[in-house]
C-alpha cells in the first residue's frame, strides 16, 4: 500500500456488456468501476482512477493517443504517483501501448491491459488483467522498463506483442521474442528487457502517414493516392524480407523526389526487412530509389514511429541514412 496507482480508462471491450436493443457489447463500466469490483486490489497499491475516454479500440486515433500521452506523463510528473495502469481495447492496444513507449521517458511505469470478454460476460478476464496490471505498475521490478502489456497474467514488451486470434484470451503473444516477464501469486517476475528502442520529443503530432498492403499485381496507383492526398509518410507492408511488386518501384521513387518518406515492412510475424535480394521489386530495388528497410516492426507499428518522428525532425523525409538507422535496429 505504499505506492499509489492511476487507473487510466479509455474503454474497449474489458469496460463493456451486452445491450440487448444493440444486439451487442457496448460502453457499459467506468474504469473506477472495473478496478473497485476487483477482490483484493486495495490491499496493492492505493488507487486513483481518470476515465479519460469510453471507447472501442477501432475508434483509436493517433491524436487520441497523442492526448493520452500527455494526459499520463502528466500524471506521472507528480511526486506523489507511482505508476498508470491503462486499460484499452485489445484490437489496437499494441498500437497506443507502443506509441507511448516511444514517447516515454520518466522511469515509472505504464502498463496496459485489456479484455477479450466484456465486463458482465461469463469469466470475464478483466477483473484479474487489471488486478495484476496495477501488480505490475505498483512492483520495483518494472521502473525504468519503459511501457508494458499485460494480458493473461503475462507481460510483454509493446514493440514485440500482437494480437494473434480474434477470440481467444490467450491471444498476446511476441513472436521469437516471447515476453519480458510475468505476474504471479506473490511478485511480478522479468525475464529480460528490450533494448535499442529510442524515444522522441515532438512537440505536437502533425505527420500523416499512410500504409499500403502489397498484394500480388499490386502497382504505383495507391502510392500516387497518398502522395496526392498531402501525406508526409507511407510505409508499405511487403512480402518476405520486403519484397514489393516491381510495378510499384516508379511509384516509390516518384513520393522520395516530392519529400515523402518511404518505409518497408513485412507482412510476416518476425524478421528484419533486408536487402538480399536483387532483383527488381526487391528490398536493394526499393532502396536503390530511397525508400527505407522498416527492421522488424509491423507496418501498424511503423507508421506510428514514422509519424513521430517526421512530427519531431520532418526533415528527415529526406534523409534515407538517418531515417534507416531510426528504424533498421
Request: net charge negative; aromatic share 6%.
Amino acid at each position: 500500500m505504499s505506492k499509489k496507482i492511476i487507473v487510466v480508462a479509455t474503454g474497449g471491450t474489458i469496460a463493456m456488456k451486452y445491450d440487448p436493443q444493440c444486439q451487442g457489447l457496448v460502453p457499459a463500466c467506468s474504469g473506477e468501476d472495473l478496478a473497485l469490483a476487483v477482490p483484493g486490489i486495495e490491499k496493492i497499491a492505493q488507487l486513483g482512477f481518470l476515465q479519460f475516454s469510453n471507447i472501442s479500440s477501432a475508434t483509436m486515433t493517433p491524436q487520441n493517443m497523442w492526448d493520452l500521452h500527455q494526459k499520463v506523463e502528466e500524471l506521472l510528473s507528480h511526486d506523489d504517483i507511482d505508476g498508470v495502469v491503462i486499460t484499452h481495447g485489445t484490437d489496437t492496444v499494441e498500437e497506443t501501448g507502443y506509441f507511448l513507449n516511444l514517447l516515454h521517458t520518466n522511469p515509472k511505469p505504464i502498463v496496459l491491459t485489456a479484455a477479450m470478454r466484456g465486463a458482465g460476460d461469463i469469466s470475464a478476464d478483466g477483473p484479474i488483467n487489471i488486478f495484476n496490471s496495477v501488480k505490475a505498475a505498483a512492483s520495483d521490478k518494472t521502473i525504468g522498463i519503459g511501457a508494458l502489456i499485460c494480458l493473461n497474467d503475462t507481460l510483454y514488451s509493446p514493440t514485440d506483442v500482437m494480437k494473434t486470434h480474434s477470440a481467444n484470451p490467450a491471444t498476446f503473444a511476441a513472436p521469437w521474442w516471447g515476453p519480458v516477464g510475468y505476474v504471479d501469486c506473490d511478485r511480478v517476475i522479468i525475464r529480460h528487457k528490450v533494448e535499442g528502442e529510442k524515444r522522441f520529443a515532438p512537440k505536437k503530432l502533425t505527420a500523416r502517414v499512410d500504409i499500403i498492403k502489397c498484394m500480388t499485381g499490386s502497382d504505383r496507383s495507391y502510392i500516387d493516392f497518398a502522395v496526392a492526398s498531402g501525406c508526409q509518410g507511407i510505409v508499405i507492408e511487403g512480402f518476405g524480407r520486403g519484397n514489393i511488386p516491381p510495378a510499384m518501384i516508379p511509384g516509390i521513387e516518384d513520393a522520395v523526389k516530392n519529400g515523402v518518406a518511404v518505409v518497408i515492412t513485412s507482412r510476416t510475424l518476425a524478421g528484419r526487412v533486408l536487402d538480399v535480394y536483387g532483383y527488381p521489386g526487391s528490398v536493394t530495388d526499393s532502396r536503390r530509389v530511397g525508400a527505407v528497410m522498416g527492421g522488424e516492426l509491423t507496418a501498424a507499428k511503423a507508421r506510428l514511429k514514422l509519424m513521430i518522428v517526421l512530427s519531431e525532425k520532418p526533415e528527415l523525409a529526406k534523409n534515407q541514412i538517418q531515417l534507416e538507422a531510426l528504424f533498421d535496429l
